[in-house]
């Protein structure tokens, strides 16, 4: 399961209070400590792109609250801070006051609850007009946002096309991922990812069906995966009836979803090309090219054809 957009709450520790008390000895005064600040909440950008899936089961993520402060003075600790990690290309909008960020590189970090301060101890109080100050400071609440995390960007490459066309076995070939394949249709429910030798990184997107933009399947939440996909690899069987019309019922879906995803960069594969004889997989290939896009034939059992396709991608 791949989270690309999700609802949070991220607080900053509140601050720990201080604290009133008195030595123990006749007028010794007043000796209630600092409460600790609450620690900081930072977000850091990295190259997992699983990582929104972490947030999924959780209501609340805070830095830890400093600690109250203590009698002799003593200040309580301050709270840790924390650092979450996101995939770079998140947006983080804060649905409130409508501050929005950008993580668009690893490593990049920024500040985005504040911990709350720290109250004073009545020890901080005392002066020569009151020199048994009875009351000690509140730490302040630490920062809290109500945020919406949407990753931009999903993968270079997206394996896209009719259920069962082959394109999770292509994934499990070309990279180190191990999606789920069987002969039957919806075997994927959602995208794996994968590497390629370059670091670049492909996906399968789950079968697409005609009505998927209204909900069919299983439905537009992969069409808008779609949109987060730099390059298609628009993958259609060789043991297709009609090839042109399985091409033409995956690109409708695409255009009534969004038109803009028509206009993304597009290859076709031929997939299962061991199905066919060289000259039904010459009829095929010649059909396709009515599309006028980069029409290329593969077979998981003819390795040539990967190498090839990998290093038409790299
Ligand atoms: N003969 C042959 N069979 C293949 C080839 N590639 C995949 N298959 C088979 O086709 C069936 C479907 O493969 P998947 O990789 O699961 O197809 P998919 O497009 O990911 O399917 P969904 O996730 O359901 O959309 C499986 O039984 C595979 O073993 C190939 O190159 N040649
Ligand atoms: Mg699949």
Redesign the pocket.
């Known amino acids: 399961m791949l989270i690309d957009e999700i609802a949070v709450v991220f607080k900053g520790g509140d601050g720990g209070n201080g604290k009133v008390s008195f030595g123990k000895m006749l007028r010794s005064g007043p000796d209630g400590g600092n409460g600790g600040d609450g620690g900081d909440l930072y977000l850091e950008a990295a190259s997992d792109l699983t990582l929104l899936n972490q947030f999924s089961a959780k209501d609340e993520i805070q830095a830890q609250n400093g600690e109250s402060g203590r009698k002799n003075k003593m200040s309580g600790v301050k709270g840790s801070d924390i650092v979450l990690f996101v995939p770079f290309g998140t947006n983080i909008k804060d649905v409130e006051t409508l501050e929005e960020w950008n993580l668009e590189k690893v490593h990049e970090r920024i500040l985005l609850c504040k911990g709350g301060v720290r109250g004073k101890g009545n020890w901080e109080f005392r002066s020569p007009t009151n020199t048994t100050p009875r009351y000690a400071e509140s730490g302040e609440r630490g920062q809290k946002r109500n945020l919406f995390l949407t990753l931009k960007f999903i993968a270079d490459f997206g394996l896209i ?1 009719l ?8 994934l499990k070939e070309l990279t180190n991922a191990k ?10 429910l959602s995208p794996n990812l994968g590497v390629i030798e370059n670091g670049k990184i492909i996906t ?1 997107i ?2 697409l069906i005609e009505g998927a933009h209204l909900g069919k399947g299983l439905g537009i939440r992969f069409l808008k995966h779609i949109e987060k996909v730099r390059l298609l690899l628009h ?1 259609i069987s060789s043991d297709s009836k009609d090839a042109i019309k399985d091409y033409q019922v995956v690109r409708n879906e695409l255009g009534s979803y969004n038109k803009l995803l028509l206009t993304k960069r597009e290859i076709i594969l031929l ?5 066919l004889d060289s000259s039904e997989l010459k009829k095929k290939l010649k059909e396709l090219s009515k599309t006028t896009k980069t029409v290329i034939k ?4 003819d390795h040539p054809s990967l190498e090839a396709l990998k290093k038409v991608l790299i």
């Open positions: 096309g259920p069962n066309t082959g394109k999770s076995s292509l999606p789920k394949i069987a002969s039957y249709a919806f075997t994927t399968d789950p079968g993958c997939t299962k090309s061991d199905l593969l077979s998981i059992y």
